[in-house]
C-alpha cells in the first residue's frame, strides 16, 4: 500500500514561511512525479507546485513562484514545498500527491495522495 502523509501546516500571519513536509512510503511506490496542491474554501483543487526528478522538471504556479520551493530527500522518501512570504491568499488545505508512473504530464494523472494539512495566513 503506498501512503502520503503530509504536515507542517498551521496558523501563521502574512509574510511568514512554512515548510510542509510529505513522506511517502510504500514497498511498491516509485513515482518520481510527485506534486504539491492546494485547496481553498469554495474553490477548487489547484496545482502548487509539481516535479519529475528523472525528467528534471518542476513547475509551479505563478502565484507562487519566486515564493515557494520544492525539494526532495531521496534517503527520507520525503519531499517539501518551502513557503515564504505567505499570503491570506495561499490559506488552504495543501495536499501531496504522486503518480504511480510519470502519467505525461505534470499537471494530472496523480493517483495517491495524502490526506492534506491545513495552512492558514491571516492578515
Known amino acids: 500500500q503506498v501512503q502520503l502523509v503530509e504536515s507542517g501546516g498551521g496558523l501563521v500571519q502574512a509574510g511568514d514561511s512554512l515548510r510542509l513536509s510529505c513522506v511517502a512510503s510504500?514497498?511498491?511506490?516509485?513515482?518520481?512525479?510527485m506534486a504539491w496542491f492546494r485547496q481553498a474554501p469554495g474553490k477548487g483543487r489547484a496545482l502548487v507546485a509539481a516535479?519529475?526528478?528523472?525528467?528534471?522538471?518542476?513547475d509551479y504556479a505563478d502565484s507562487v513562484k519566486g515564493r515557494f520551493t520544492f525539494s526532495r530527500d531521496n534517503a527520507k522518501n520525503t519531499v517539501y514545498l518551502q513557503m515564504n512570504n505567505l499570503k491570506p491568499e495561499d490559506t488552504a488545505v495543501y495536499y501531496c500527491?504522486?503518480?504511480?508512473?510519470?502519467?505525461?504530464?505534470?499537471?494530472?494523472?496523480?493517483?495517491?495522495w495524502g490526506q492534506g494539512t491545513q495552512v492558514t495566513v491571516s492578515s
Open positions: 516535479s519529475n526528478w528523472s525528467a528534471g522538471t518542476t
Open positions: 500527491a504522486a503518480q504511480r508512473r510519470y502519467a505525461g504530464s505534470l499537471y494530472i494523472g496523480y493517483d495517491y
Open positions: 510504500g514497498r511498491t511506490f516509485s513515482s518520481s512525479t
